[in-house]
C-alpha cells in the first residue's frame, strides 16, 4: 500500500468519526421518494419556556431543538406566536426516534 493511499485511508476514517451526524436517505415503493436527515445524537430535554399570556388571534408554538451541522450540536429556538388560522390546529416541532436509532426532526405544522 503506497503512502499516499495510506494518508488517504486515515483522513476516510478520521472525518467519519469526527462527524457527528449520519444522513439517512429514505427511498419508499414508486413512485414516490423522500430524503430525511437523521443523527445520532438525542436532543436535549426541552428547555422551559413561560408561556406569555394569550394573545386574541394568535397561537404560541413552543420553542424546541433544532440539530446545526455547523457547530455539531443542537441549538435552541425559542417559541413565538403565530397567527392562527381558523379551522386548523397547531402540531408543534418534535424529534422522533427512527429506527436503527436515529432521530429525526419534524417541523410543526398546521392540521384541519
Same mark, same amino acid.
Given at each position: 500500500m503506497s503512502r499516499e #493511499? #495510506? %494518508? !488517504?485511508i486515515l483522513s476516510a476514517a478520521l472525518a !467519519? %468519526? /469526527?462527524a457527528g451526524f449520519v444522513v439517512a436517505p429514505t427511498v419508499q415503493a414508486a413512485p414516490q421518494v423522500s430524503v430525511g436527515v437523521g443523527i445520532s445524537v438525542a436532543p436535549p430535554a426541552p428547555r422551559f419556556e413561560r408561556v406569555p399570556p394569550p394573545r386574541a388571534g394568535y397561537v404560541w408554538a413552543p420553542g424546541y431543538w433544532v440539530w446545526n451541522p455547523r457547530m455539531h450540536r443542537h441549538v435552541w429556538v425559542g417559541g413565538r406566536w403565530m397567527r392562527a388560522r381558523p379551522g386548523y390546529h397547531y402540531m408543534p416541532a418534535r424529534w422522533r426516534r427512527g429506527p436503527h436509532g436515529h432521530w +429525526?426532526? #419534524?417541523? /410543526?405544522?398546521?392540521? +384541519?
Amino acid at each position: 500500500m503506497s503512502r499516499e #493511499s #495510506s %494518508a !488517504l485511508i486515515l483522513s476516510a476514517a478520521l472525518a !467519519l %468519526a /469526527g462527524a457527528g451526524f449520519v444522513v439517512a436517505p429514505t427511498v419508499q415503493a414508486a413512485p414516490q421518494v423522500s430524503v430525511g436527515v437523521g443523527i445520532s445524537v438525542a436532543p436535549p430535554a426541552p428547555r422551559f419556556e413561560r408561556v406569555p399570556p394569550p394573545r386574541a388571534g394568535y397561537v404560541w408554538a413552543p420553542g424546541y431543538w433544532v440539530w446545526n451541522p455547523r457547530m455539531h450540536r443542537h441549538v435552541w429556538v425559542g417559541g413565538r406566536w403565530m397567527r392562527a388560522r381558523p379551522g386548523y390546529h397547531y402540531m408543534p416541532a418534535r424529534w422522533r426516534r427512527g429506527p436503527h436509532g436515529h432521530w +429525526r426532526f #419534524s417541523n /410543526g405544522y398546521w392540521v +384541519r
